[in-house]
């Protein structure tokens, strides 16, 4: 069957997007275009491939088997290709980074000048959003996430540690004052998540139950949060390593941090199996496994952290 690896990668991004024109808009060319390479398929494979209808499309029982083999080929000319290139040379090409906003703004960001120092072929298209993307539909190549990943379909390695506290800025502190113990906390503004509700119970250290946040504010974003937070709205628990350079700069003050848990929470990078062995992912992985490693060896009172800068 004579088909072209491009119109079979085109063909799997078609079935994880559930439609031609949103693979042509990610592609950027006519839907025309993809149509086109769509036929070239089903030519060379004497059938149909996917169901059309007012719902949407539909793979057949060939473009089933279709998109299995030739994700395998796919992903066997990638690896090829990338161990080639790194015969020649050094990790090139696009890596796709799933990550919430936060730890973009305060790891993966800062991140990228050491990262192009030493790669200078790789090129990051960072996508942010808090919540794990499926990655296979969505192309994302790393998600970097602080939640459990159970799932026989992904692979995910720990590249360091984080723990949470509660902050909240001066000038809130000023107009509210600063609890002592954590039953003050019903007389203050705290600020929640509202897509995660396990996020809202946060655990104290004198075997009481855990402190159920039924916040005046809420927010399903991190860096919204930190926003919020830095603003005077509220108190909020916050990932340390985010939080540090504020409090450096003077713009959040760490509360209670003998009564709550602050355990490790493990940080991982989550792959794709058929993925997570090319050496453009590896050599992002263990750049930020190194760097996170670094931030998490930094305390509070630690003068050389870095202050964040006025545009963050």
């Known amino acids: 069957m004579p088909f072209h690896l491009d119109d079979l990668a085109l063909f799997a991004r078609i079935a994880a997007l559930g439609s031609l024109s949103a693979a042509a808009r990610e592609r950027d060319i006519p839907v025309s275009q993809v149509t086109r390479a769509l036929t070239r398929l089903e030519t060379a494979c004497g059938a149909r491939l996917m169901h059309r209808s007012t719902h949407g499309l539909s793979l057949t029982d060939e473009g089933d088997t279709l998109l299995a083999h030739g994700q395998d080929m796919l992903n066997t000319a990638e690896v090829l290709g990338a161990e080639l290139q790194l015969r020649q040379g050094q990790p090139s090409g696009w890596v796709r980074v799933g990550v919430s906003a936060s730890v973009a703004e305060a790891v993966i960001a800062p991140s990228l000048p050491g990262l192009y120092a030493l790669y200078p072929q790789l090129h990051i298209d960072i996508v942010v959003d808090d919540r794990l993307a499926d990655m296979a539909r969505d192309g994302i190549d790393i998600a970097v996430r602080t939640a459990d990943v159970h799932s026989d379909n992904l692979v995910a390695r720990t ?71 830095r603003h005077g709205v509220g108190i909020a628990r916050l990932l340390d390593f985010v939080a540090r350079p504020w ?16 355990s490790d929470i493990p940080v991982y990078a989550v792959m794709l199996p058929e993925r997570h062995r090319l050496p453009k992912i590896r050599a992002c992985v263990d750049y930020w496994a190194q760097r996170l490693t670094g931030i998490s060896s930094v305390q509070l009172n630690d003068s050389t952290a870095l202050k964040p800068s006025p545009a963050a």
Do not use: C
């Open 159 to 229: 590249i360091g540690h984080a723990s949470r506290t509660l902050y909240a800025s001066p000038a809130y502190l000023a107009r509210h004052g600063t609890p002592q113990t954590p039953d003050e906390l019903a007389q203050h503004h705290l600020i929640g998540n509202s897509k995660a509700p396990g996020m809202n119970q946060w655990q104290r250290h004198d075997n009481k139950a855990p402190w159920a946040v039924k916040g005046q504010s809420l927010t399903d974003n991190s860096a919204v949060m930190l926003t919020l937070v």
């Open 247 to 262: 409090v450096k700069a003077g713009e959040l003050v760490p509360l209670l941090q003998g009564s709550f848990d602050v």
